[in-house]
């Protein structure tokens, strides 16, 4: 069994907690959090030593031994706590994004380089049977060419917190799961982004919570992608319902179910990869393999850089009313 520290035990937190608790690769070997109300309600459900409770990740690295650390806290502490943990000489299994700014993401890109430790970002959305159909389907040749694909996501939820105080709550943090969906089903990066936001008149965050938006990926492929996070009604799910064209049909994702059809043959549902495990589950036993064999994780940060830099991308875009390169940002 490895050790990890777990750093941020709030509602998220307490998920992961449960997971780490459960796993037969590690064992929680400290948690912090800044909040005594969090840790206590983790340390008294796991049977965590208040010895071993923290309030910061520094005290935490010098006072007792670890492998690695899980850090569960929101973006804007990402740089500094994971910062910490690799000058400390421990891997990083982090949550998304990656870091709040694309400065912050390539600066733990670097360091995880220099130290030559493993910096691994938890898209746990690629880590499902949907996803994982999808693009086994597409990497067999099933589509043939893909040449456009519509996803429309509609959701509503009241999160409260430093979400609803974000300038573009959905782009800067929901739209990272769908960007990665897509960087994972299609085995391509995405070059370029485009579109508009809106800030409907019930919206109860502080920043545009709705966007239209037309991605260019490699290959020629163009994604419409038209989201809001304050349906007033009918709602997808979190994966989104995806309309994905290719040349010898159309695949659909619809409520985490996958159909194909095409001009000879009406819709036909496809059976669903088979998974042991999913979600946070599957990737803390990969952070294991990885941490374990010293491998570069499928969702390393440097990997990972296009997903966040495409959302930033995204946030220009619509800010600017302008075509905005991917690039860009990676020359800055």
């Not at 910062?83 to 993401?105: F, N, Y």
């Not at 733990?108 to 389907?137: D, K, S």
């Not at 969702?299 to 850089?305: F, R």
Request: aromatic letters at 8%; charged letters at 25%.
């Amino acid at each position: 069994m490895r050790r990890i520290i777990q750093v941020g035990l709030g509602a998220m937190g307490q998920g992961w907690a449960d997971h780490v608790a459960q796993s037969e690769r590690w064992e929680a070997a400290a948690y912090v959090d800044i909040s005594r109300k969090y840790l206590t309600t983790a340390a008294e459900k796991h049977g965590m030593p208040k010895n071993r409770c923290f309030r910061d990740i520094v005290t935490a690295l010098q006072s007792v031994e670890a492998d690695a650390i899980l850090d569960v806290t929101p973006q804007q502490t990402r740089r500094d706590i994971c910062e910490a943990a690799l000058e400390h000489g421990v891997d990083v299994l982090c949550e998304k994004p990656l870091a709040d700014t694309v400065v912050h993401a390539k600066a733990l890109v670097e360091r995880a380089q220099e130290t030559g430790r493993i910096l691994m970002v938890a898209q746990n959305y690629r880590y499902q049977p949907v996803v994982q159909t999808v693009r086994r389907f597409i990497a067999q040749g099933k589509l043939g060419r893909i040449g456009y694909v519509g996803v429309n996501f509609h959701k509503g939820p009241h999160f409260g917190g430093y979400r609803e105080k974000m300038p573009y709550p959905l782009l800067l943090d929901m739209s990272i799961h769908h960007v990665d969906m897509m960087r994972c089903m299609f085995s391509l990066d995405i070059e370029a982004a485009q579109g508009v936001s809106v800030s409907a008149p019930w919206n109860w965050n502080a920043g545009d919570a709705t966007a239209a938006v037309q991605f260019e990926m490699q290959n020629g492929v163009m994604v419409n992608y038209l989201s809001s996070w304050i349906s007033r009604g009918w709602e997808t799910d979190w994966n989104a319902n995806w309309r994905i064209e290719g040349e010898k049909g159309v695949l659909f994702i619809e409520n985490s179910e996958v159909y194909f059809t095409n001009k000879y043959a009406t819709r036909r549902k496809v059976a669903l990869v088979k998974m042991v495990k999913t979600h946070q589950a599957w990737l803390i036993d990969e952070f294991a393999r990885c941490v374990e064999k010293r491998l570069e994780p499928e969702t390393s940060g440097g990997n990972n850089l296009n997903s966040l830099m495409a959302t930033h991308a995204t946030v220009r875009a619509v800010r600017e009313r302008r075509l905005v390169r991917v690039n860009e940002l990676f020359e800055e």
